[in-house]
């Protein structure tokens, strides 16, 4: 593409300057969330020849959703002693490059030769500074080192492939199916995503031709994409047992009725989160259903623009489907955020101003500037706000992340005296099994087949809602819920334990079960031989653990009576 090399390097200049920005100004240490140290728990087994398991020895499990993000994070461990560095550096790379062919795009596709340099860079710069000044966009595609820069680059590679105007058939099939087995790999939503963009250019084939000759064009497509969803399918049920990741059983409820909820409750606090939110996806949607309007009217659609807002409008309803997500920032929506931009430009320039102009030919070109320019400042003093308020949306993530890290470091020096490390119950499974090198069981299903499958309704906190008590007494580990503590500051209280958010929500009542507390009890161990550092782990212990620790002589126990 023209002018596609300086759009990357000026991408790149200052998304890499928003991410330091992110990074000093919320204070996130370089680990990701927690859920980003389950993908390096995988990944340092599969760098380390012990194959996609969560538990070295233990069962092979799917209990990531990327299966592509978890091969480039197994090959950073491979090859480096920084991966988090590393994969930061990936990430930034992915969303410039995504930036930069949306440039490229704009500047040579949507905007075309008509339209002078001025406004070219006019344009460029709009959508630069909307992008880059949403801090929801910036951190959720970069420093969480999650999937989702990868994730929101290839959807917004394939958007503008598919909307490209005047492609060969040749020119389609070619890129168009290595773009699908991408985005295949990358999250499982993608088999509905891969048939919405083959839909499209169906249409579109079949709008300017006939249906027939459109479903030969395509037909290379629709096979090799079938063959790579079978393999893949294939090599699931072989490997894992499963034919979609585990994640998806831990997470996704089986009542559609109830997932339809959800996903409508968090689309609705999308919208109510800031009103510029609320503009974008009304206007997205009105003008989508004027595009499927003029699709079923077989209305010729010339411009594959058009198609940009139903594009949009899938991003805003798949969510749905799966009942939401529990993540603050609406990361869902944080992919598909380029595509929105994209679809407000069209709306803007080939609706809305458009139609004014034809009307009122007197319509000064000076006020167009003004509201282009009152517009973005609006957007830019709405994303200001948010970047004040997320840190308390999504901060936890990064402080649950690190704290968790030192709770498994602690522990794994805590109990290396013993000869078998004790297995230990969690609801938050990254950072802790990142430093522990024993068995870690997560009580919510990510990475434990017996949870993930126990037939739960899935109810409750969102992606925290597969732990069922009765499948609890099938795992039964030797340590439940272990925090790490500073005995100087902490104190014990029963509210505290019995009244909090991980017995109530998370565990489901499980303290206060009769059968549970007959096999654990609510005790503080500390090392005999490590008594100078302040720490100590406070848990529910199996009662048989507990009597191990205090034969060994090498622990101080205080146990705990569970009573108000």
Partial sequence: MRNFALNFFISLFFCSLVTLFALSRFDYQLTGIDDANIYFVYAKNVASGHGFVYNVGGERIEGFTSLLWTLICAFTFRFSRHPELILLIINVVLVSLGIAVALSYLQNDFLGVEKSQQTKIFCSSIFLVLLLTSPRYIVWNTITLMENGLWSTLLLFTTLFVIKDDSSTRTINFGLIPLSILLILTRPESMLWVA????????????????????????????????????????????????????????????????????AVYLLKYLTSDPIDFLSVSLVFLFGLQTLYRIYSKQSLNDGAAFLSIIAGVGFLMPLITGGDHFGSFRFYQSIYPITLLSLFYICDRILFKRVIDKATFFPRTLKLALVLVSGVGVFLSQAQIGNHLRSEIGTEFQVAQYERENGELIQKLFLS?????????????????????????????????????????????????????????????????????????????????????NKEGFKGLFSDLDFLNLYTFAKVKHGQISESPYALVAWFKKDFLIQLRESGAFHVVEYAISQ
């Fill in 196 to 263: 919405i963009f083959m839909g499209i250019i169906l249409i579109r084939k079949a709008l300017s031709k006939n249906i027939i000759t459109a479903v030969r064009a395509l037909m290379p497509s629709f096979v090799a994409t079938g063959v790579a969803l079978g393999l893949l399918t294939l090599f699931r049920l072989q490997y894992f047992g499963y034919p979609l990741p585990n994640t998806y059983y831990a997470k996704v409820s089986p009542s559609l009725s109830y997932n339809l909820e959800e996903g």
């Fill in 418 to 502: 013993l000869p078998h490390p004790p297995s230990i119950g969690v609801i938050a499974a990254g950072g802790i099994k990142y430093n522990y090198e024993g068995e870690i069981v997560d009580l919510m299903g990510l990475n434990n087949t017996i949870m993930a499958h126990n037939g739960g309704r899935r109810a409750g906190y969102k992606n925290h809602a597969a732990f069922e008590v009765n499948t609890f007494f099938e795992l039964e580990p030797d340590i439940v819920w272990p925090r790490e503590v500073n005995e100087s500051t902490w104190q014990y209280t029963y509210a505290e334990v019995m009244e909090g958010w991980e």
